[in-house]
């Protein structure tokens, strides 16, 4: 069979009608070819259900049998999506009857047309648009087909995103939090989640978003502490050239790429009040004002937003915007601590073991009960983040094997290692080293330090004295993410 011909399925109980069919259809038999007829829409269904290569289904609207018309073209949907169902009938209707024709769209058919008036004898009635008609519905099939099979390849990218970054635990505290991810995803609705440092509120952020319909659009994260004052304006809305000096170009914001997809707000406490206002108009009426430009531009942007923070407190401070709060507290999500999780800490630190182990190519160390005992009554102050960072060394330490001393030199190792190396300074007369790269060195390893032990950048910032934007500008110089 030519590759490009088309193969119809004609479901059809009268004689009369086949023979008119296939007049009307003879003369394009090189394009277009009756692949099968049957008579009822059990037979329709059973021979769709066989995978027959049919490209379009020629569908008379009351036929015998008690599976006819719109239920009939529903089940040929539901067993082939992608085929295209015409539609004719003896009805006497009303080619703009609005009502019939919204029925058949609902239904699933493509087209729909008259086989009378009943003196034209040997041709079905429109023979040109019913032509046309058949080669538009296989070239749409082909596209409903492209696009199913592009669906297919993002599912399975989805699929492979969620399966790298897994929101592991069996916890009951877990399990109520993929109840609420699997509820919220459903919505449209704005979404806060607090909970502390490291406990893994991006990774519910991503759970909502891959469960939501925007899955197939962008999921956008954005640092908000991260991003000097300054600046966030332009990084979360754009500007346009000309803007201002040094705006040589148009810049699409964060919410722009966001756009009919999802947008994760981390750290949301530490927006600065003036920027709360401008995400307050976004979150308000969907509008946002680029840098520069006059009108404003449209936006579908979901907004999930995180904070370690009590924002309540933060509104009594006059720190966060009261109005904003309640936007964006619409739904809400607790992600437990690991203190609150402990019956989760096992499940964890196998997941992290044999991730490390598969990266670095090397056989699962055995862990001893003593080293299990050790690692599960330890109590993570800085939760998943810290478990994994722990298990990484772990893995790289007890090579042959995990016990007692291996866990005592992870976590002291962790919790020394960055204030021994400035605090007792080891200096070879051989290697006299310039005081610029010593300064530089010190810097770094006190920076890394002070960020350690801190839950968020402008925590940092703070207890070394410095600006965000300062501290931010000092972080780039010194080679920190």
Request: negative net charge.
């Amino acid at each position: 069979m030519d590759q490009d011909q088309i193969s119809v399925l004609l479901i059809e109980d009268e004689e009369f009608d086949v023979r008119r069919i296939k007049n009307t259809l003879d003369p394009y038999r090189e394009r277009i070819r009756i692949q099968e007829i049957v008579s009822t829409g059990e037979d329709a269904l059973s021979m769709i259900s066989q995978k027959e290569p049919f490209d379009v289904v020629i569908l008379d609207y009351q036929i015998s049998g008690g599976l006819y018309g719109e239920q009939l073209i529903r089940r040929i949907k539901e067993q082939d999506p992608s085929l295209q169902v015409i539609i004719i009938t003896k009805m006497t209707i009303d080619q703009t009857d609005i009502h019939f024709a919204n029925q058949m769209i609902e239904s699933g058919a493509y087209w729909f047309g008259t086989k009378y008036p009943s003196d034209i004898e040997d041709f079905i009635y429109q023979p040109t648009d019913f032509i046309l008609t058949i080669l538009n519905a296989a070239q749409r099939k082909k596209l409903e087909l492209d696009r199913i099979r592009s669906q297919k390849r993002l599912d399975k990218k989805i699929d492979r995103i969620m399966q790298e970054r897994p929101l592991l635990g069996e916890s009951s505290s877990m399990q109520q939090v993929r109840d609420l991810i699997t509820k919220y995803a459903r919505t449209q609705a704005n979404i806060l989640i607090k909970g502390e440092s490291g406990s893994g509120k991006e990774l519910i952020a991503r759970s909502i978003h891959y469960q939501s319909e925007r899955r197939y659009e962008n999921f956008v994260t954005v640092n908000c502490a991260a991003i000097p004052g300054e600046l966030i304006e332009s990084e979360l809305f754009g500007f346009v050239k000309g803007a201002f000096t040094g705006a040589k170009s148009d810049k699409a914001g964060l919410f722009e790429q966001a756009n009919n997809g999802t947008i994760f707000l981390d750290e949301i406490s530490e927006l600065p009040y003036l920027a709360q206002a401008k995400l307050l108009r976004v979150l308000e009426t969907g509008e946002m004002d680029k840098i520069g430009r006059k009108q404003s531009h449209q936006v579908d942007v979901r907004v999930i937003s995180a904070t370690n923070k009590d924002l309540k407190e933060q509104m009594k401070q006059d720190k966060f915007r009261e109005d904003l709060y309640y936007r964006l507290n619409i739904l809400r999500i607790e992600a437990p601590p690991i203190v609150e999780r402990k019956e989760d800490i096992p499940l964890l630190i196998e997941y992290f073991v044999e991730h490390y182990c598969t990266d670095l190519s090397i056989t699962i160390p055995s862990i001893t009960e003593q080293a299990w005992s050790r690692l599960k009554q330890y109590p993570w102050p800085g939760n998943v983040r810290q478990l994994k960072n722990v298990v990484q060394r772990l893995v790289i330490l007890g090579m042959d094997g995990i016990d007692d001393d291996t866990v005592d030199l992870a976590l002291d190792s962790q919790a020394q290692d960055s204030i021994s190396s400035f605090a007792n300074p080891v200096f070879s007369e051989g290697e006299l080293l310039p005081l610029k790269e010593i300064e530089f060195n010190f810097r770094r390893q006190y920076f890394e330090f002070v960020r350690r032990h801190s839950r968020t950048d402008t925590e940092a910032a703070g207890k070394l004295g410095l600006a965000p934007p300062n501290y931010h500008r000092m972080c780039k110089e010194l080679g920190l993410k």
